[in-house]
């Protein structure tokens, strides 16, 4: 298994109830063949320059150990997911 660190935006506007039910499907995904170690909620935060219209975000940090496939499955729903605007996923072990 790898180290992996995703850090994903949601819509500022979104409901709080929306953003958890992301949040644990995403959690999910990774618990199926990996370990999350920590789930950070940074909070909303204003971005450098707008993105799709808006100037601020809410920020979570996902701290994981997980096979690739599951890092790409996880992004793979972050991606296709609307309630979030940005998501990157590094790897630590490089």
């Known amino acids: 298994m790898k180290n992996y660190e995703a850090i994903v935006i949601f819509y500022p506007d979104l409901e709080e109830e929306v953003r958890q039910a992301t949040i644990d499907r995403l959690t999910n995904i990774i618990e199926t063949n990996g370990k999350v170690e ?54 630590l072990d490089k």
């Open 38 to 91: 920590d789930v950070e909620h940074w909070g909303d935060k204003k971005f450098a320059y707008p993105i799709q219209y808006h100037n601020h975000g809410y920020y979570t940090l996902f701290k994981f150990q997980a096979e690739p496939e599951t890092e790409k499955e996880f992004n793979r729903i972050a991606r296709i997911s609307e309630s979030i605007i940005r998501q990157m996923t590094i790897n």
